[in-house]
Protein backbone atom coordinates (compact mmCIF):
# COMPACT_ATOMS: atom_id res chain seq x y z
CA UNK A 1 0.00 0.00 0.00
CA UNK A 2 2.88 2.73 0.96
CA UNK A 3 4.53 2.14 -2.30
CA UNK A 4 1.46 2.44 -4.50
CA UNK A 5 0.76 5.98 -2.68
CA UNK A 6 4.13 6.71 -3.02
CA UNK A 7 4.68 5.83 -7.04
CA UNK A 8 1.16 8.33 -6.95
CA UNK A 9 2.34 10.77 -5.57
CA UNK A 10 5.24 10.83 -7.52
CA UNK A 11 3.23 10.64 -10.72
CA UNK A 12 0.73 13.43 -9.52
CA UNK A 13 4.11 16.09 -8.67
CA UNK A 14 5.73 17.65 -11.56
CA UNK A 15 9.04 16.97 -11.10
CA UNK A 16 12.18 18.55 -11.99
CA UNK A 17 15.35 17.50 -14.51
CA UNK A 18 18.04 19.42 -15.10
CA UNK A 19 21.38 21.11 -14.19
CA UNK A 20 21.50 21.83 -10.63
CA UNK A 21 24.31 22.59 -8.34
CA UNK A 22 24.40 21.52 -4.91
CA UNK A 23 22.89 24.03 -3.48
CA UNK A 24 19.83 23.35 -5.37
CA UNK A 25 19.93 26.10 -7.66
CA UNK A 26 19.98 25.88 -11.62
CA UNK A 27 22.78 26.94 -13.34
CA UNK A 28 20.76 26.37 -16.66
CA UNK A 29 18.11 28.47 -18.37
CA UNK A 30 14.20 29.51 -17.45
CA UNK A 31 12.64 26.74 -18.44
CA UNK A 32 13.11 25.31 -14.78
CA UNK A 33 11.49 27.70 -13.09
CA UNK A 34 8.16 26.24 -11.14
CA UNK A 35 10.14 22.74 -10.91
CA UNK A 36 9.30 21.00 -7.60
CA UNK A 37 10.83 18.00 -5.75
CA UNK A 38 10.59 16.52 -2.48
CA UNK A 39 13.67 16.29 -0.21
CA UNK A 40 14.64 13.51 2.09
CA UNK A 41 14.39 15.66 4.83
CA UNK A 42 10.04 15.88 4.08
CA UNK A 43 10.72 19.51 2.72
CA UNK A 44 7.94 20.09 -0.74
CA UNK A 45 10.07 22.25 -2.75
CA UNK A 46 9.47 24.68 -5.88
CA UNK A 47 11.88 26.56 -7.87
CA UNK A 48 11.35 30.42 -8.04
CA UNK A 49 13.69 33.51 -8.95
CA UNK A 50 15.43 34.92 -5.43
CA UNK A 51 14.67 38.55 -5.89
CA UNK A 52 15.26 39.71 -2.40
CA UNK A 53 17.62 41.89 -3.39
CA UNK A 54 20.69 39.91 -1.40
CA UNK A 55 22.09 36.19 -0.92
CA UNK A 56 19.64 33.38 0.34
CA UNK A 57 19.58 32.27 3.67
CA UNK A 58 17.86 29.30 4.71
CA UNK A 59 14.75 29.56 6.61
CA UNK A 60 13.99 33.28 5.45
CA UNK A 61 10.46 33.31 5.44
CA UNK A 62 9.34 34.98 1.70
CA UNK A 63 6.41 36.62 0.00
CA UNK A 64 5.55 36.56 -3.72
CA UNK A 65 7.66 39.69 -5.27
CA UNK A 66 5.93 42.43 -6.72
CA UNK A 67 8.24 43.77 -9.19
CA UNK A 68 9.34 40.08 -10.77
CA UNK A 69 7.88 37.48 -12.64
CA UNK A 70 8.19 34.20 -11.01
CA UNK A 71 10.26 35.66 -8.26
CA UNK A 72 10.53 35.78 -3.87
CA UNK A 73 11.80 38.30 -1.61
CA UNK A 74 11.94 38.35 2.30
CA UNK A 75 8.76 39.36 4.24
CA UNK A 76 8.37 42.51 5.85
CA UNK A 77 8.19 42.30 9.91
CA UNK A 78 4.48 41.36 10.55
CA UNK A 79 3.55 40.17 7.07
CA UNK A 80 0.42 38.62 5.84
CA UNK A 81 1.32 37.14 2.67
CA UNK A 82 3.90 34.38 3.84
CA UNK A 83 4.15 31.65 1.58
CA UNK A 84 7.71 29.79 1.84
CA UNK A 85 10.65 29.60 3.42
CA UNK A 86 14.46 29.80 0.81
CA UNK A 87 15.31 25.75 1.04
CA UNK A 88 19.67 26.95 0.80
CA UNK A 89 21.76 29.51 2.01
CA UNK A 90 24.21 30.89 -0.78
CA UNK A 91 21.70 31.80 -4.07
CA UNK A 92 22.67 35.40 -4.81
CA UNK A 93 20.21 37.97 -6.15
CA UNK A 94 18.84 37.14 -9.07
CA UNK A 95 19.29 33.23 -9.11
CA UNK A 96 17.42 30.14 -9.16
CA UNK A 97 16.37 28.76 -5.87
CA UNK A 98 14.17 25.78 -3.70
CA UNK A 99 11.60 27.27 -1.98
CA UNK A 100 9.97 25.18 0.63
CA UNK A 101 5.98 25.40 0.47
CA UNK A 102 5.33 22.73 2.66
CA UNK A 103 6.15 19.74 4.37
CA UNK A 104 8.58 19.96 7.20
CA UNK A 105 11.22 22.69 6.61
CA UNK A 106 13.70 25.16 9.14
CA UNK A 107 12.37 28.71 9.70
CA UNK A 108 15.13 31.22 10.45
CA UNK A 109 14.61 32.35 13.75
CA UNK A 110 14.41 35.86 15.31
CA UNK A 111 17.82 36.93 16.75
CA UNK A 112 15.87 37.92 20.04
CA UNK A 113 13.58 35.05 20.40
CA UNK A 114 13.78 30.98 21.01
CA UNK A 115 11.15 28.81 18.99
CA UNK A 116 9.19 26.68 21.68
CA UNK A 117 8.16 22.97 20.14
CA UNK A 118 4.40 23.10 20.10
CA UNK A 119 3.43 26.91 19.09
CA UNK A 120 2.38 28.15 16.54
CA UNK A 121 5.10 29.61 14.09
CA UNK A 122 4.47 33.33 12.63
CA UNK A 123 6.01 35.76 11.21
CA UNK A 124 8.60 38.39 13.14
CA UNK A 125 7.16 41.35 15.36
CA UNK A 126 11.07 42.70 15.12
CA UNK A 127 12.94 41.19 12.01
CA UNK A 128 12.46 41.25 8.16
CA UNK A 129 12.32 37.61 6.64
CA UNK A 130 12.24 35.38 9.90
CA UNK A 131 9.98 33.97 11.94
CA UNK A 132 8.61 33.28 15.29
CA UNK A 133 7.01 31.13 17.58
CA UNK A 134 3.74 32.12 19.21
CA UNK A 135 1.51 30.71 21.70
CA UNK A 136 0.08 27.37 21.79
CA UNK A 137 -3.51 26.62 21.50
CA UNK A 138 -4.77 25.72 24.47
CA UNK A 139 -3.18 29.45 26.17
CA UNK A 140 -4.83 31.13 23.13
CA UNK A 141 -8.55 30.55 22.55
CA UNK A 142 -8.80 33.30 20.54
CA UNK A 143 -7.05 33.63 17.63
CA UNK A 144 -7.96 36.99 15.81
CA UNK A 145 -7.75 36.67 11.48
CA UNK A 146 -4.56 39.20 12.06
CA UNK A 147 -2.74 36.61 13.58
CA UNK A 148 -3.73 34.34 11.81
CA UNK A 149 -2.59 35.55 8.14
CA UNK A 150 1.06 35.91 10.04
CA UNK A 151 1.09 32.29 10.52
CA UNK A 152 3.54 29.78 8.67
CA UNK A 153 3.28 26.71 10.37
CA UNK A 154 3.82 24.58 13.82
CA UNK A 155 7.10 24.62 15.73
CA UNK A 156 8.78 21.07 16.41
CA UNK A 157 11.79 22.00 18.25
CA UNK A 158 12.63 23.92 20.79
CA UNK A 159 15.84 26.25 20.07
CA UNK A 160 17.47 29.05 22.46
CA UNK A 161 17.87 32.31 20.80
CA UNK A 162 20.39 33.34 19.01
CA UNK A 163 22.26 34.95 15.52
CA UNK A 164 20.67 33.24 12.44
CA UNK A 165 19.83 30.13 14.11
CA UNK A 166 17.24 27.71 12.45
CA UNK A 167 14.36 25.69 14.23
CA UNK A 168 12.29 22.90 12.23
CA UNK A 169 8.59 23.42 11.82
CA UNK A 170 5.82 21.85 9.64
CA UNK A 171 5.25 24.35 7.21
CA UNK A 172 1.57 26.03 6.00
CA UNK A 173 0.55 29.35 5.49
CA UNK A 174 -3.17 30.31 5.17
Known sequence: MT???LLILFIALPCYAGNFND????VGNDDYIGSSRITEQGEYQILLRNASGHTSKRGEVLVCSFDTDLAVTTCAVNSKLPFGIFGS?????GGLAWVTIGGKGQFLLDDSTGSIRGYWINTSHTSTGKAQTWMSEP???T???TEHDEECGHCLETVTAGVDKLFWGIVHFR
Open 143 to 145: FST
Open 89 to 93: TGIPN
Open 23 to 26: NGAT
Open 3 to 5: KKL
Open 139 to 141: SQP
